[in-house]
């Protein structure tokens, strides 16, 4: 079942923590191809890499896991494959186990669970510079005696670091190890009894082979009583996730600034160069707003995730975690979930991709689901035109002023949303399955290294914008041609603008029975279309169909016409959905990405139409009955 | 942001309380314990999963008989979590988790 002219398969498997990413990234370079395993929003990272001998390998670099008792869809993908298993996956020839060399306990464990797989397996001990630093004195030969399979240091973050590894697979290779036959193995799920029986031995082999002067690492301990005190530990935290969050929002100003007068360029050159009509509004406001509109979003995400892989790499989001665990758990969220949330305050769209660091699936996906409700900056335009329209600027209470309080109440509505729908979710829909425990090793802290950061970065920025960008980019061309198209016929009056006559004003005639209950007129109907493609597009939109020039740099003026055309209700209600409402194709693109499921996205949508026409309902009707209609 | 949450089991007692011959749950032990663990015995119903399955994963993570443990740091609300040493590595778990785990106190810091 061996083609010689096929590069022999590899895969990495290990322990969370060990730095078996490192390894693949020092023995593959950048020349890794990321995509999803087929059906599960799993992260498939394989690369060829030519050994000194000049053999072509493939390797695959699989979920870290304790155990091949696969509990999470990770460590599904680790267990299939390693036991060829995985449908459409040819079984790898033979196993990299990846272990950190300052920490061989639960590695050794997990060693001798894989060695009844059957499969050929070398054994790595990764960061064997640090171990020998702290003196822990490792004999490799009793170690590879007592467990049975060869062991080779390896230093991934060094250049020549993985020669003894290169080296020995080489030699496995030219060996001529015969594949073992898939299914010759012996691997069972292990009992609690068997897994005791496998670490009493586990600890047995590592007392014969390594000596450790069993002291902890002084410099671990010393900022973990620091970053781990249950109160400093707090402040610090969320000091450090105000620095995130302020560089998220000012760090990000001036890129998206030059995309979005790029964009403008670009639009303008179009203009200027096409004939005006059908290609022209395509090009302008399908393609290059579409495009523009997607890619405004780069140095928001490029910035989140430079945070959350420095974090990472260093060690530091375990602890974010072990933190924010119980304070979350209140809501049925998990500990991670925290990072992601608070992310969405920027944008939903690095929240929700930043939600890959929670390992349950069910727990992401809650976290998924949960994440638009908070207040993302595209809704700060549509807020601050009606609260300057509707809200007088009065100081109240002492001190308050009456419209940041308004805007703090509309913030606060959509963490309480949040919460609750998290908790809601936690007790009608998996009432039944049992919440994970949250169980998790505390790494060392490591410096973070830059090529790994690089790297990572480097791939996330790619899979947002080749997968994202293609979901988000088709939504973006569907709204624009519900909005331009039919044109306005020839001779139509010029005060009427062309949105009038589109299919978008059509749907907002169409839908204003459905939404006089809550308030709203067929010119807010229309604008929450375009609305539709990004919140704040709306502002622009009812500038249009109420045609006003200009609206852009004079919102006073939009302002006072809706302040003369609305009711204060009409308003409060336009606020009500605004917090809760699916009013964004991005992030449903995104959603439906993530989740790998047009199910779960349409669940979003629907729970949180219902939740901003009931808010805006509640809210219309009140206000009007306390004489505001 | 925080939505405190009230611990439902916040009366815990300090450590020794519940010994059973002589060994205490690592779940109900003060910030310093230090220990050796005599058993991993998880009660059915005590946990969110079955017991075997919480006996298996506190195994996995390093949590056998003999193991030498001390608890290093815990969370704010209701003490919780917990971050163990267990031999040379650190893991984090809740109080409610580690009821499972008997351990006989009684061992020296490691020298730092």
């Known amino acids: 079942m061996t083609d010689a002219a096929l590069p022999a398969r590899i895969a990495l498997v290990g322990n969370p923590n060990c730095g078996k990413t490192a390894l693949f990234n020092a023995l593959t370079g950048s020349r890794q191809k990321v995509a999803n395993y087929p059906g599960v929003t799993v992260e498939r990272k394989a690369a060829t890499a030519i050994t000194p001998g000049g053999i072509a390998v493939q390797l695959l670099d699989l979920p870290g896991t304790y155990s091949l008792r696969a509990r999470s869809p990770d460590e599904v993908i680790t267990r299939d494959i390693v036991l060829g298993r995985f449908a459409g996956e040819l079984p790898p020839q033979f196993l990299v186990c990846v272990a950190d060399a300052t920490n061989l306990r639960l590695a050794l464990r997990f060693v001798l669970e894989l060695k009844r797989v059957g499969q050929p397996m070398i054994l790595a001990l990764n960061m064997f510079d640090i171990a020998r630093h702290r003196g822990i004195d490792i004999d490799l030969d009793q170690l590879s005696a007592d467990l049975g399979v060869p062991v080779v240091p390896s230093v991934a973050v060094r250049r020549g670091g993985t020669n003894d590894l290169l080296a020995r697979i080489d030699a496995l290779i030219a060996g001529q190890v015969p594949p073992v036959p898939i299914g010759s193995g012996t691997w069972t799920e292990p009992s609690a009894a068997e897994l005791r029986v496998a670490q009493r031995e586990a600890d047995r082999i590592l007392a014969a082979a390594v000596r450790a002067p069993g002291r902890r690492d002084p410099t671990t301990w010393r900022i973990d009583r620091v970053l781990l005190h249950p109160v400093l530990g707090l402040v610090l935290l969320l000091a450090i996730l105000f620095l995130m969050f302020q560089a998220v929002f000012s760090w990000a100003q001036l890129p998206m600034d030059l995309i979005k007068s790029g964009f403008s360029a670009l639009a303008a050159l179009a203009d200027a160069t096409l004939p005006a009509g059908w290609v022209a509004s395509f090009v302008r406001d399908g393609v290059i707003a579409g495009l523009g509109s997607v890619i405004v979003f780069l140095p928001q995400i490029l910035i989140l995730f430079l945070f959350i892989l420095l974090l990472e790499d260093c060690g530091y989001m375990a602890r974010a975690a072990f933190l924010m665990d119980r304070i979350m758990g209140g809501a049925g969220l998990h500990g991670r979930a925290f990072i992601p949330l608070l992310s969405s305050f920027a944008c939903a769209i690095p929240g929700i991709m930043a939600t890959r660091v929670i390992d349950s699936r069910r727990d992401r996906l809650a976290t998924i689901l949960v994440a638009p409700l908070m207040t993302c900056s595209a809704r700060i335009p549509v807020y601050t035109l009606i609260i300057s329209a509707f809200v007088p600027a009065r100081t109240v209470w002492g001190g308050f002023n009456l419209q940041g309080l308004v805007m703090f109440g509309l913030y606060t509505a959509g963490i309480a949303a949040a919460l609750g729908v998290s908790w809601l979710l936690r007790r009608l829909l998996w009432r039944r399955e049992p919440t994970d425990p949250f169980m998790l090793e505390l790494p060392d802290y490591k410096r973070p290294r830059v090529p790994n950061v690089a790297l990572g970065l480097w791939q996330r920025a790619k899979i947002f914008l080749r997968r994202a960008g293609t979901i988000i980019f088709s939504m973006m061309v569907v709204i624009w041609f519900l909005c331009s198209v039919p044109r306005p016929p020839e001779g139509a009056a010029a005060d009427k603008p062309a949105i009038e006559y589109s299919f978008a004003a059509r749907i907002g005639h169409a839908v204003e029975p459905l939404l006089r209950p809550v308030g709203f007129n067929w010119q807010i109907d229309v604008a929450l279309i375009p609305g539709m493609a990004a919140r704040e597009v709306a502002v622009a939109s009812l500038g249009t169909v109420y045609s006003i020039q200009g609206t852009g740099t004079d919102s006073d003026q939009l302002g006072r016409t809706i302040a003369a055309q609305w009711s204060l209700a009409t308003a409060l209600s336009l606020l009500a959905w605004y917090v809760f409402a699916p009013q964004c194709a991005s992030t449903l693109g995104i959603v439906k990405r993530e989740t790998n499921s047009w199910g779960w996205m349409l669940f979003l949508f629907g729970y949180m139409l219902i939740l901003a026409y009931g808010a805006a309902f509640v809210t219309y009707n009140t206000a009007v009955a306390l004489g505001a209609g | ?112």
Do not use: K, W, Y
């Open chain 2, 1 to 112: 942001m925080a939505a405190v949450c009230v611990s439902g089991s916040s009366r815990e007692p300090i450590a020794g309380v519940s010994a059973i011959g002589g060994a205490v749950a690592l779940g109900e032990a003060p910030v310093g314990f230090t220990g050796r663990i005599s058993a991993v015995r998880a009660h059915e119903g005590a946990g969110n999963i079955p017991a075997a399955e919480l006996e298996r994963r506190l195994i996995e993570l390093g949590f056998v008989e003999g193991a030498r443990v001390e608890i290093l740091h815990q969370g704010l609300f209701g003490r919780d979590p917990i971050a163990v040493r267990v031999n040379d590595a650190t893991i984090a778990l809740r109080r409610r988790d580690a009821a499972a785990i008997l351990v006989a106190p009684g061992l020296p810091p490691p020298a730092e």
